[in-house]
């Protein structure tokens, strides 16, 4: 079975701190995905990285970042923590093959 | 532009009744189709995909899903719903290539009645 973990379920956090989301998978993927996931407008992908040390912004990528610096490995970084970056992060993995996508159990993140 | 269209944002039915999800998608060619479950608080398990062949596929849980090329449909369906089926559900699609990308639909949520 494919296994992506993520770092925290739960996190708090001040406004303007540095807050790093940790995603790691199992399954040697070439792929993987940051997304966020907020009531009434569903998922939406933040970055995207298809090799190791490449990535791709997604729709909403303005106030975070990210880092591959090995296969299994994705992070998600937010340089400044803002109140409207409270959500559900959720991270996923695939192959540049079968498309599917497979998602960790999700980071709620909370900033205060 | 490509999209994915979940027409039923809350469906509610009763347990053991039979379900059916819609997802319309508009893409140029039949992109890869997926079905994915969200329980509360918990990240999204993909429940079954279509790439080609048989338009009837079957997936975890006992659901299933049909591909309709003339109706631009994937509907998922399950003859009878138990109270742990009670989740949010997403249509998503892929248009293949170098894209890796999903297009999410904006996701049903199924509330099961005793």
């Known amino acids: 079975d494919v296994k992506v973990t993520q770092s925290s379920r739960y996190l708090v956090k001040r406004t303007g701190e540095k807050v790093f989301l940790e995603c790691v998978q199992d399954?040697?993927?070439?792929?993987m995905f940051w997304y966020r996931q907020d009531p009434g407008l569903g998922l939406r992908l933040i970055y995207f990285s298809y090799d190791v040390k490449m990535k791709e912004k997604g729709d909403i990528p303005e106030g975070y970042s990210v880092s591959r610096e090995k296969k299994e490995r994705f992070s998600l970084i937010l340089e400044s923590a803002s109140t409207n970056q409270t959500s559900m992060y959720l991270c996923?993995?695939?192959?540049?093959?079968?498309?599917?996508?497979?998602f960790g159990p999700g980071t709620r993140l909370t900033v205060t | 532009a490509q999209s994915v269209t979940q027409p039923d944002i809350h469906i509610t039915v009763s347990e053991g009744a039979s379900l059916e999800l819609r997802c319309n998608y508009s893409y140029g060619a039949t992109p890869y189709l997926f079905w994915y479950v969200q329980s509360p608080g918990q990240g999204l398990q993909l429940l079954l995909k279509?790439?080609?062949?048989?338009?009837l596929v079957q997936g975890i849980k006992g659901f299933e899903a049909e591909f309709k090329r003339s109706q631009s449909s994937f509907n998922l369906r399950k003859p009878s719903v138990h109270w742990s089926d009670a989740a949010e559900y997403f249509c998503a699609a892929n248009s293949g290539g170098s894209n890796y990308k999903l297009t999410f639909g904006k996701g049903t949520l199924l509330t099961v009645n005793p």
């Open positions: 399954m040697d993927h070439e792929n």
């Open positions: 996923a993995s695939g192959t540049s093959v079968r498309y599917e996508q497979y």
């Open positions: 279509y790439f080609s062949g048989d338009t």
